[in-house]
Every structure is written in C-alpha cells, then in structure tokens.
Nanobody
Framework: QVQLVESGGGSVQAGGSLRLSCAASGRTFSSAAMGWFRQAPGVDREFVAAINRNSDSTIYKNSVKGRFTISRDNAKNTVYLQMNSLKPEDTAVYYC???????????????????WGQGTQVTVSS
C-alpha cells in the first residue's frame, strides 16, 4: 500500500516556476515507478511526466518537454516536478501516482497506476 500527498501548488504568472512535491508512505515507494498527471476543468486527466524507480528513465508529455523536470529521492520517499516557463494552459490540478508493477520503465498510461494522491492546484495567469 502506498499513500501519496502532493504539495507545492499555487498561483503564478506566466513565465514563472513552481516545484511540486509528492511525499509517499509505505515501503514500496523505492520499487515503484512514479508519475505526474494533471486535470483541467472539463478535460480528461492527462499524463505529464514519469520516472522509473532508479531514475534512469524519464518520459514527458511533448508540450512540457524542456520546461518540466521530474526527479525523485528514494531516501526521502519523495518525487518532484520542477515546472519552469509556466503557461496559462498548464493550469490544472496536478496528481502524483505510483505504479509498483513496473521494474525498469515508467508508463504514460493512467490505467497502469494503482495509487493516487489527492492533487494540488496549479494556476497560471497571463
């Protein structure tokens, strides 16, 4: 069992930065691939970024490549999402998720993630 709690959301102007954190409880964190997803009002939840358990494989949604960076600290049971050059279209509730089933890779598919946090709001104004 893994419990996830996101933090670090807020309101920023376009071009600004935020760093999201996701603290995990449970001994399976270090063996789980981790992902960030987001959901804007009226839109399906979508993939943003994911990282495998050893931090040697990361994947990103095309529109955030070069602006967002996912990382993790297994000693602290925490995964991060550094978001730079934020745009109004990045406005959404951001969720972290854990996939304990994957060993060497990370998935961009919602259905592969067994555990989810409650989300943190990110609002980017123009």
């Amino acid at each position: 069992q893994v419990q996830l709690v996101e933090s670090g959301g807020g309101s920023v102007q376009a071009g600004g930065s935020l760093r999201l954190s996701c603290a995990a409880s449970g001994r399976t964190f270090s063996s789980a691939a981790m992902g960030w997803f987001r959901q804007a009002p009226g839109v399906d939840r979508e993939f943003v970024a994911a990282i495998n358990r050893n931090s040697d494989s990361t994947i990103y949604k095309n529109s955030v490549k070069g602006r967002f960076t996912i990382s993790r600290d297994n000693a602290k049971n925490t995964v991060y999402l550094q978001m730079n050059s934020l745009k109004p279209e990045d406005t959404a509730v951001y969720y972290c998720a854990a996939d304990p089933s994957r060993i060497y890779s990370a998935s961009a598919l919602l259905k592969d993630y067994a555990y989810w946090g409650q989300g943190t709001q990110v609002t980017v104004s123009s």
